[in-house]
């Protein structure tokens, strides 16, 4: 089993920056790609950012300008650097990863708990 843990959200005015972090642990053989999902109330859950095992990215139009995603695969950690916040930023950010697991090689995928982020003055 592969376990995530997100940390870094909490409340920030606008155009102020927040850094989540997200760790992956268990039974890991590698893992390939890491991501950052958000889903505000009332809405959808929607792609903010992933990144593939050698650093190729995909960000959403919507923050392509303000966030940067990153990782450091010799943690298997994932961070999103968040600039420039604004109130529609605000939502439970979830961590998500896929790879392969050690004890039997198998494909895994997992979600962390979420943290929220709150945008507001």
């Known amino acids: 089993q592969v376990q995530l843990v997100e940390s870094g959200g909490g409340l920030v005015q606008p155009g102020g920056s927040l850094r989540l972090s997200c760790s992956a642990s268990g039974s890991i053989l590698m893992v390939n790609n890491m991501g950052w999902y958000r889903q505000a109330p009332g809405k959808q859950r929607e792609l903010v950012a992933i990144?593939?095992?050698?650093?190729?990215?995909n960000v959403a139009d919507s923050v392509k300008e303000r966030f940067t995603i990153s990782r450091d695969n010799s943690k298997n950690t994932v961070y999103l650097q968040m600039n420039s916040l604004k109130p529609e930023d605000t939502a439970v950010y979830y961590c998500?990863?896929?790879?392969?697991?050690?004890?039997?090689?198998?494909?895994?995928?997992?979600w962390g708990q979420g943290t929220q982020v709150t945008v507001s003055s």
């Open positions: 998500n990863a896929n790879g392969l697991r050690y004890y039997d090689s198998q494909p895994f995928t997992s």
């Open positions: 990144i593939g095992r050698q650093g190729t990215t």
